[in-house]
């Protein structure tokens, strides 16, 4: 999924979930559990300018959603435990870039075992991973759903 999903979900679960031991495991599983389900996704290979734009867009646009819930609508919320949250929702696609930039084989391992809970990557072995079209209706509502979701449990 795009990184506002896993943002804004990864802070929905750590503004409900503050359990510190057990909230990284289901943080991360949240993320491969979402990517499971067929939604759209923007491509980031070859990385170009358009490319960090859409990434620094991506993630910019989640945290000012979550920063105006905090200071406008929801301040119970414990920003230590949503941070933390957010940051072990994003972890499996921090690792999945640094398997892009950096070859290795245990980085390698790990692409595998990301693009094995990747719809995209199971469905359609043929397309190696890449882009390929969807339905418009998965397309538009998969995501819309999950964030919607999300942001009934951060309110
Ligand atoms: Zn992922």
Known sequence: MILSSHIITGAALGANFQNIYLMPTAAIALHFFLDKIPHYDYTIKPFSFIVSAKVFADIGISAITILIIYL??????NPTYVIAGIFFSVLPDGFLLISFIFQNKWLQKYRQF????HWQSQKNPETNGEEKKIPTF??????LIVIIIALYYLL
């Open 72 to 77: 406008f609508f929801n301040p119970n919320i």
């Open 138 to 143: 998965w397309n538009l509502s998969a995501q």
């Open 114 to 117: 990301h693009d094995f809970f």
